[in-house]
């Protein structure tokens, strides 16, 4: 069975800090890893991806992944206000059957 | 670029009624997903298709749930009869890649939030 782990939170976190995100997996075969933005009553939204181990930036995000220790992480720096909401962690194994599998999510608060 | 579209957005039944909900992926999307997200966890995968063909449907309650993609495009998951535990939010998502590539960027559609009485 593969498991996705996160922190439920809430994480607090103040307004222009960095927010670090948690996430491990147990499926030492995954392949990539995705990290999804969802609004109270919205549906997920695609922030970042990553499949290598590293950094990956992409404006105020950085995804960190460390295959060795089945870990992946999300840092948001100068948060805002805006930034509020639940962070899920999604992992993908490959092969033809290829959903995703999600942890639980996140819920971040930026306390303006 | 029109997203994946999805009805209706909210559904309201008995327990032992019957619902079905619609998706319309990206245009061009080959691949389709439906998901089921139960308040508080992440997205579950109920079934994936590739094209109007089924790559997985190990998760999906074949008893009561039941899917198809007519034509490749379209595609409907039925819930024949509903229970409780079904109160969940129905997630649509669709994929330009096909099954077994590097990686699998997903994109979903705003759901049905589902309530059974």
């Known amino acids: 069975q593969k498991e996705v782990e996160q922190n439920s939170g809430p994480l607090s976190v103040p307004e222009g800090a960095i927010a670090s995100l948690n996430c491990t997996y147990s499926d030492r075969g995954s392949q990539s890893f995705f990290w999804y933005r969802q609004y109270s009553g919205k549906s997920p939204e695609l922030i970042m991806f990553i499949y290598s181990n590293g950094d990956k930036e992409d404006g105020r995000f950085t995804a960190q992944l460390n295959k060795a220790s089945q870990y992946v992480s999300l840092l948001i720096r100068d948060s805002q206000p805006s930034d509020s909401a639940t962070y899920l962690c999604a992992v993908y194994s490959g092969g033809g059957a290829d959903g995703l599998t999600f942890g639980k999510g996140t819920h971040l608060i930026i306390q303006p | 670029e029109a997203g994946v579209a999805q009805s209706p957005r909210y559904k309201i039944i008995e327990k032992r009624q019957s619902v079905a909900f619609w998706c319309n992926p990206i245009?061009?999307?080959?691949?389709l997903y439906w998901y089921q997200q139960i308040l508080g966890q992440g997205p579950k995968l109920l079934i994936q298709f590739q094209n109007n063909g089924v790559v997985d449907d190990s998760q999906l309650p074949k008893d009561r749930f039941s899917a198809e993609r007519l034509k490749g495009v379209d595609s409907t998951l039925k819930i024949q009869p509903a229970k409780l535990e079904d109160s969940a939010v129905y997630l649509c998502?669709?994929?330009?890649?096909?099954?077994?590539?590097?990686?699998?960027?997903?994109?979903f559609g705003p759901g049905t939030r589902l309530t059974v009485l």
């Open positions: 245009s061009g999307h080959a691949t």
């Open positions: 998502a669709s994929s330009p890649r096909l099954a077994g590539g590097t990686y699998n960027e997903q994109f």
